[in-house]
Every structure is written in C-alpha cells, then in structure tokens.
C-alpha cells in the first residue's frame, strides 16, 4: 500500500504537473487540446468542456495530454498526397480540405485551423514543448514554500547547540593542531559562542590552503589552535572541527549493496566496529573508509537485541577520482523545524530549488562526460522502492522526493535528444534556422532515433534495477 501510495503521489503527480505545463501553453496560445488526462489507460470517468474531455484513467501514474494536430503523421502521412509537379516530400492535404485552403493561402479557412499545433508559429511551438519541464523546475519552489510556511524550515536538531567536540578523526589536521575530545568551541575566525550551524558557515567560506583560527576550551583552560586547511578537509569538515554529535543510526540500506548483503536494516543502531565501540556516525564513516575493502565486524543494536555481522566495503570513485570505500546505507538525524514567514520560506524554497537544479545538471554533465555511470542511476524500480519509503516516513520525505523527481524530469526532458522537450525545441530551432519546415522522413527518422536511443538506456537502467535486488549481485 505504501508502495502504490508513493508512486501515486511523487512519480504520478509530477508527470501530471509536467503535461499540465503543456497544457496551459497550448490553451494560452489557442491550440485547441482534445484530452487532458489524469492517468493512463482506459477512461474511467470525466467531463467535457469546451473542445477538452477531461479525464481520470485506469492508471494513476502521471498523465497526458492530446492536443490538435501535435502528431505530424496524422496530416503529413495518412491523408496527404504529392501534388502534381512537386517533389515528394511537398505535400496536399486531401482529406483537410481547410488544411489544403490554408496552404493555399485562402483567408477564410485560416480561421477553421487556427487551433491546430502545426499552425502556430515555431516561437510558440517551442514555448509550448519548453513549459512543461519549465513547470517541473518551478513546481518544486511552490511546493516547498508552502510546506516551510505551513511546518517550518526543517534543519538538523544538533545544529542550534553549542560546539562541543565529541571525537577528533586520527591523522586529521584538527588531531595534529591539538584539538580534543571535550573541547567547547567558543570563537572560531571571529564568531563568538558559535552553534554548529554559524560554524558549517565559516567553513564553507574556507579556501584550500588557508588557516582557521579557534580558541577551544576545556575543563577551564583555553586554548588557541591554528589548523592549516587543504581541499580535502573542505570535503570532509570533520577533520578540521571533529565529528559532528550524528548517532550512527541507518536511515536507509541500499538494496545489493554490502550492507544489505550483511543483513543491515533500516533502524539499525551500530555500537562497534571490530571491537570498539562507536558513538558517532562520522566514527563509523571513517572506520568504512580506512578499511582498504577488508572485511569489517560490526556490532549492530536493532531493538535492544546485540548482533553480530561482516561487511565487505565495496570500491568506488569520487569526483576527484579517488578511489573510496562504501557500503551502501545512510544516516538517520534527527530533524527540528524553524518557522518562517512566507517571503523567507519563499526564499529559502528558491535556494532549495536552484542548489537542486545545479546538482542535477552537474550529474547530467558528468553521465555524458563519462565520469558517473548508468549503473547509478535509479529506474522504475528504484523510484517506486524510494517512493514507498517515503510515504512510510512522513510529508518531509515525500516532498524531498517530489522536489528530486520534478527536478530530474525538468532537466532530462529539456536534453536535445529526440523524442523528449529539449529534441522537439531542437528541431524547431533547426527548421527556424533553414526556414523551412523538414520533410517527414525526417522528422519520423529524428524520432526513431531519440526512441531507440532512450530504450537503450531505459533498458541499461531496468536491468541495473533489477540486478540489484538479486542476492547473487555483488
């Protein structure tokens, strides 16, 4: 239930607010839509109004939306002949005779075919292909707005307590400057009495192979440390200030990954690794690390009950290209809420946004450029797990999910690939360049290419999908 619930919810309301998109373009520059449809499959039920049969199908999994004239073939093709004395791709509607009178030039039909697709003008053909992902990209600022208004800003509880160092990563800067374990920060590069998150500001504005300055105190003494600052230790903040107070509870565990394979499970709390004990989250993150994919003994407390596992950290490579070990879980934090006004939680849900939108783009960039793989990528499958988890775990999950997912539908259906937005919006800037419109052998041959390619890729992502869930992958 709480599988067909997420699906419904995150993947079905978000292809809904895309075709919708299109929607509102087409009726904004009089193309007539013949459906709006809320679902796929057999009608169930609806209502018409004006020239639009509104609609719900059998399935709820998104939508779409038919609007006069968008396939080509329909005119092009199927009732078009070659006029005499004209090259084959040139041709005469004979079966529209207002599409016929359009074409030749009489004014009167004009009027009658206004509402077709192929009449407008490329300008707004290509609007129309563009507010689709247009609304997927702005959907999510809307959204978010209305929940940081409505509930809060969510941010993690520990970051408004004061900075008090629970543990300090061996042969980091940090250690090596003299920073310990019980140390209370109480100024750092000029900011007094700072809490965790002023401190994440003043380490963000770092820049490699600078200094930041501290003063620490502890059981009364105070002490001033200078700790030298490289890009690594941007990467991983904890070696300049200590791990942050994160209790190393699994909030997810990726399927066929090692930690599924060793038998983790969500709510796991880990208490050791190889026999000592672990407090942290970032304790636990520097053990799967150093571990040089040796195999690793844990000490689990899933609901008061000790257990014993192995787990082998599997290889992977960073951006940097170096060579990390993971074995595929992620924490738990605790969250609270900080209330907002709407222009700040407007403006908070903006930033969200536009980090999101980078971030995605930068892993469109690097899937092309070679430097992510298909094999990361998440298909039908892994949308469909992601989204059953989130419905079990509350309103914040489902929305972050929902941002993601318009996210990657905005930034993918904008790519030039045929088929989708970006390769419609290609063509018609092709043909606006050449003004001319291209031959429909073309335009089918264009499409059978964008086609093949996504089935290609659909077909790579489904069977990394499925895999997954094969206890035999490794």
């Known amino acids: 239930m709480d599988l067909l619930l997420g699906v419904a919810l995150v993947l079905g309301v978000m292809i809904l607010v895309h075709e919708w998109g299109h929607f509102i373009a087409a009726r904004l520059f009089g193309v007539r839509v013949d459906v709006f449809s809320i679902g796929f499959g057999p009608r169930l039920f609806g209502w018409k109004r004006g020239a639009t049969d509104y609609r719900v199908s059998a399935l709820p ?42 074409v030749e030039g009489v004014p009167a039909a004009r009027a009658a075919v206004m509402d077709e697709l192929v009449s ?25 707005t209305v929940y940081f ?51 994440e500001k003043v380490l963000a504005k770092l820049a490699p192979n600078s200094k930041l300055s501290m003063e620490v105190e502890n059981s009364g003494t105070r002490r001033s440390l200078v700790i030298p600052v490289e890009q690594k230790d941007l990467e991983q903040p904890e070696r300049l200030l200590g791990f942050a107070p994160i209790r190393p509870v699994l909030e997810d565990v990726a399927p066929g ?22 407090r942290w989250w970032g304790e636990f993150t520097e053990r799967i690390r150093g571990s040089n994919g040796k195999p690793v003994a844990l000490d689990v407390d899933r609901k008061g009950q000790l257990l014993h596992m192995v787990v082998a ?6 951006e940097r290209g170096e060579t990390i070990y993971q074995i595929g879980v992620q924490v738990h934090e605790d969250t609270a809420y900080k209330r907002v006004a709407f222009p700040e939680g407007a403006r908070y849900a903006a930033l969200v946004t536009v980090e999101k939108i980078k971030e995605t783009a930068g892993i469109v960039g690097k899937l092309f450029s070679g430097r992510v793989s298909l094999k990361q990528l998440q298909g039908p499958v892994g949308i469909s797990r992601a989204a059953g988890q989130a419905a079990r775990k509350g309103p914040l999950a489902i929305i972050s999910l929902m941002v993601l997912i318009s996210v990657n539908l905005g930034i993918l ?18 043909e606006g360049i050449l003004r001319r419109d291209m031959s429909l052998a073309f335009k089918e041959r264009f499409v059978q290419v964008g086609l093949v390619f996504l089935l290609v890729v659909f077909a790579i992502v489904m069977y990394n999908d499925v895999v997954r869930l094969l206890p035999i992958h490794s």
């Not at 709390?269 to 026999?275: F, K, Q, R, T």
């Not at 950290?313 to 960073?318: C, G, L």
């Not at 259906?413 to 092709?430: A, F, Q, Y």
């Open 61 to 102: 999994l998104g939508g779409y939306v038919r609007m006069a004239g968008q396939d080509p073939s329909e005119i092009d093709s199927a009732h078009s002949t070659a006029l005499p004395g004209k090259g084959k791709d040139e041709k005469t509607y004979t079966a529209y005779p207002q599409l016929q009178a359009l």
């Open 257 to 278: 990954l090692p930690a599924q394979r060793a038998g983790l499970k969500e709510s796991d709390l880990i208490a050791a690794v190889d026999g000592q004990k672990i």
């Open 313 to 318: 950290p599997q290889a992977a490579t960073n």
């Open 149 to 199: 208004v409505a509930v809060g800003i969510p941010y993690p509880a520990y970051q408004d307590k004061p900075v008090q160092v629970a543990a300090v990563p061996a042969n980091s800067p940090a250690a090596a400057a003299g920073l310990r374990a019980g140390d209370k920060v109480v100024a750092i590069d000029g900011e007094q009495n700072p809490d965790w998150e002023q401190v």
């Open 413 to 430: 259906n904008l790519l030039p690939i045929p088929i989708l937005d970006g390769g419609h919006i290609l063509l018609l800037g092709i």
């Open 120 to 144: 407008k003008p490329r300008w707004q053909r290509a609007i129309i292909s563009f507010a689709g992902p247009f609304v997927n990209l702005i959907f999510p600022i809307l959204l978010l």
